[in-house]
């Protein structure tokens, strides 16, 4: 039986990435502080193959067992949770990275790193590709994220390069599914909430910036095969499939049903205008792409929240 340590397991892609390795005969060391982590993510996962370990990664992260992978996801991922959280934001993807690294190296375990789109800032390279540097404004209210990120990146590769560990650097690209929070701020679970309430939806400037939606199932394939794999530099983990904000707004009225209005807001500074991956290096290295529409993925998360989709 492999051991896997996951820290920010009880968080949205956490908890779908130990369901995973448990149905796949794994046993999971989930660690989390539950900022924006909860228990209710988790609370299905139990058994003696689960360990839940309330843990900030910031701290010296102490494992008895041997440990064959450490999946280090902990980090605020929402927007609006990494403006709130600024120092916890910059503290995890250094300190906590830190730890994540040192406790791989000391198991002699895989490493993968969940990074993120935002290496790439604003991007006036599209679709882009890994070799793309970024363009990233470390001081404006993103740079938290985006820089800490751009250090876990940084460090990894050192790890690897002067300590020899076994790392893997996955940039996920914008995903939703069961289990974000309803509040998280992001568009899907924003668009969803306020239609299933009949509210108004709120699309931020005219709505014209792009971005592109991976289906959480699909999202967690690609990082266990690229963590399995033995290809080390960053590699694009999203779907390629491209839209508006307006569109996906569009589209959650016709897939909801509702009548709730379209209604518009400011854009948040430094609001990357377009995103989309260039997923060549996973389909080449990894064999993989999603499999999950967004209307079918959509369908699936009106679903978890209890309500039904306008049929197909
Ligand atoms: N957005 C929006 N309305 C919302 C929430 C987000 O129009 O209620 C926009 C946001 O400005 C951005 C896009 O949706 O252009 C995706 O935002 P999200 O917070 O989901 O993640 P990001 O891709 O910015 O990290």
Redesign the pocket.
């Known amino acids: 039986m492999s051991t896997a340590v996951v820290t920010g397991g009880a968080g949205f892609l956490g908890s779908h990435l130990c369901e995973y390795l448990l149905e796949r005969d794994w046993r999971v060391i989930c660690l989390d502080n539950l900022d924006t982590g909860s228990l209710e993510n988790i609370e299905r996962l139990r058994g003696d193959a689960f360990d839940f370990r309330y843990h900030n990664c910031v701290e010296f992260i102490d494992v008895a067992e041997p440990v064959d992978v450490v999946f280090h996801l902990a980090s605020p991922?929402?927007?609006?949770d990494y403006l709130r959280l600024p120092l916890a934001t910059l503290k995890v993807g250094s300190y906590g990275t830190h730890n994540a690294l040192g406790l791989a190296k000391f198991k002699r375990a895989r490493f993968l790193l969940a990074s993120?789109?935002?290496v790439y800032g604003d991007p006036e390279m599209h679709p882009q590709q890994e070799e793309y540097w970024g363009n990233v404004n470390p001081v404006g209210p993103?740079g938290v994220y985006d820089e800490a990120k751009r250090y876990s990146e940084a460090m990894t590769m050192a790890y690897h390069r002067q300590q020899g560990v076994d790392t893997h650097i996955a940039r996920i690209?914008?995903t939703y599914g069961p289990r974000m929070r309803q509040h998280?701020?992001?568009?899907?679970?924003?668009?969803l909430s306020?239609a299933l309430a009949g509210k108004p939806?709120?699309?931020?400037?005219d709505?014209s910036?792009?971005?592109s939606f991976c289906y959480v199932d699909d999202l967690i394939e690609g990082l266990f095969r690229l963590a399995t794999s033995d290809y080390h530099l960053p590699v694009n983990v999203g779907n390629p499939n491209e839209m508006s904000?307006l569109e996906?707004?569009e589209k959650v009225v016709a897939l909801t049903g509702t009548r709730s209005e379209i209604v518009f807001?400011g854009?948040?500074i430094d609001?990357?205008?377009v995103?989309q991956p260039d997923i060549t290096r996973a389909r080449e290295i990894l064999g993989w792409e999603p499999k999950v529409s967004l209307d079918e993925g959509l369908r699936r998360t009106i679903e978890s929240l209890g309500r039904t989709p306008v049929p197909a």
């Open positions: 991922a929402s927007p609006v993120t789109s935002e993103r690209f914008n998280d701020g992001r568009a899907i679970p924003n668009f306020q939806i709120t699309v931020f400037g709505g910036q792009t971005r904000l996906l707004a807001e854009l948040p609001d990357p205008k995103r």
